[in-house]
């Protein structure tokens, strides 16, 4: 099977790094025409001196998903440059933690205007162009919190299930422009979030025993790459997915509902890990 995306015109958000960066290596390497953006000028320019090297034209700009204007403006100078829009891959977001104590609704909303409306300002800025020609394919990059909540983080799982649930919807009502929405729903990727999540543990853990508990709920007992990612959108924007509008599909390893355990999973881990470290300190005479 050899999936042809030679010339097409993508838009890839939030492309300087991570998933988003390996979606866009994947479709340089198919001589696609790329327009990515990010909020980092200096990075999102780093990255399309790689791109460059195989891709048939690269746009780099740095773009505020939260500017509607700065969406349209970034949208129509693809439009003007290339003639159209064939696919756009929703990635650019951020996860947001928090709980009923914590979280204020101005904190939730702050962060819906970045994710949710983010996702919908470039679908309804690239819908347009993609009706003229009648052919499109929007791929929503979200997470499996999204899709099974979890007890902890209520702003990503508010806001990640607005997103499955826009692109769902999209994904009924676009196919009669043969414009096909589908979302894919992201498990533990290893994009360097994890290094940060290891660092914020107590001292006297180890990577090893912190993976172990991290991979606990992950069938496959490993962290998904980027590129596991990639492969999906390449198929999903390809004339093989041409009969696939409004799936959810889960990059996530055969993780389930076993999300939904992960936080007192975390939670029990650093208590133990805190009474394993007590016990070393008392039975060493406090000494370090």
Request: charged share 20%; net charge neutral; aromatic share 6%.
């Given at each position: 099977?050899?999936?042809?995306?030679?010339?097409?015109?993508?838009?890839?958000?939030?492309?300087?790094?991570?998933?988003?960066?390996?979606?866009?290596?994947?479709?340089?390497?198919?001589?696609?025409?790329?327009?990515?953006?990010?909020?980092?000028?200096?990075?999102?320019?780093?990255?399309?001196?790689?791109l460059r090297t195989s891709a048939s034209a690269v746009?780099?700009?740095?773009?505020?998903?939260?500017?509607?204007?700065?969406?349209?403006?970034?949208?129509?100078?693809?439009?003007?440059?290339?003639?159209?829009?064939?696919?756009?891959?929703?990635?650019?977001?951020?996860?947001?933690?928090?709980?009923?104590?914590?979280?204020?609704?101005?904190?939730?909303?702050?962060?819906?205007?970045?994710?949710?409306?983010?996702?919908?300002?470039?679908?309804?800025?690239?819908?347009?162009?993609?009706?003229?020609?009648?052919?499109?394919?929007?791929?929503?990059?979200?997470?499996?919190?999204?899709?099974?909540?979890?007890?902890?983080?209520?702003?990503?799982?508010?806001?990640?299930?607005?997103?499955?649930?826009?692109?769902?919807?999209?994904?009924?009502?676009?196919?009669?422009?043969?414009?096909?929405?589908?979302?894919?729903?992201?498990?533990?990727?290893?994009?360097?979030?994890?290094?940060?999540?290891?660092?914020?543990?107590?001292?006297?853990?180890?990577?090893?025993?912190?993976?172990?508990?991290?991979?606990?709920?992950?069938?496959?007992?490993r962290f998904g790459k980027p590129e596991d990612v990639?492969?999906?959108?390449?198929?999903?924007?390809?004339?093989?997915?041409?009969?696939?509008?409004?799936?959810?599909?889960?990059?996530?390893?055969?993780?389930?509902g076993q999300i939904a355990y992960y936080p007192q999973?975390?939670?029990?881990?650093?208590?133990?890990?805190?009474?394993?470290?007590?016990?070393?300190?008392?039975?060493?005479?406090?000494?370090?």
């Open positions: 099977m050899h999936i042809n995306l030679a010339d097409k015109r993508v838009i890839i958000t939030g492309a300087s790094r991570g998933i988003g960066l390996a979606i866009a290596r994947a479709f340089a390497q198919e001589g696609a025409k790329l327009a990515i953006c990010a909020r980092s000028d200096t990075a999102i320019q780093e990255s399309a001196v790689q746009i780099a700009r740095a773009v505020d998903v939260t500017d509607t204007r700065g969406v349209q403006d970034f949208v129509q100078e693809v439009v003007t440059q290339w003639g159209g829009v064939d696919v756009l891959v929703n990635n650019a977001g951020q996860g947001r933690g928090g709980n009923l104590e914590t979280l204020t609704p101005e904190a939730i909303l702050e962060h819906a205007n970045i994710l949710q409306m983010g996702h919908f300002r470039f679908i309804q800025a690239v819908v347009p162009h993609m009706r003229l020609q009648r052919w499109g394919r929007i791929i929503e990059i979200n997470a499996l919190a999204g899709a099974i909540p979890t007890p902890d983080g209520i702003p990503s799982v508010i806001n990640r299930a607005s997103c499955i649930a826009l692109s769902k919807s999209l994904g009924m009502s676009l196919p009669k422009d043969n414009i096909l929405v589908n979302t894919l729903n992201m498990g533990w990727i290893d994009t360097g979030q994890w290094d940060r999540h290891f660092n914020e543990m107590p001292a006297g853990c180890t990577r090893e025993e912190f993976d172990a508990m991290v991979l606990k709920v992950v069938p496959l007992g990639a492969g999906m959108v390449l198929f999903l924007a390809s004339e093989y997915a041409s009969f696939i509008s409004a799936a959810s599909i889960d990059i996530a390893g055969g993780m389930g999973l975390k939670r029990d881990f650093t208590e133990d890990l805190k009474a394993r470290l007590a016990a070393s300190r008392l039975t060493s005479g406090g000494r370090d």
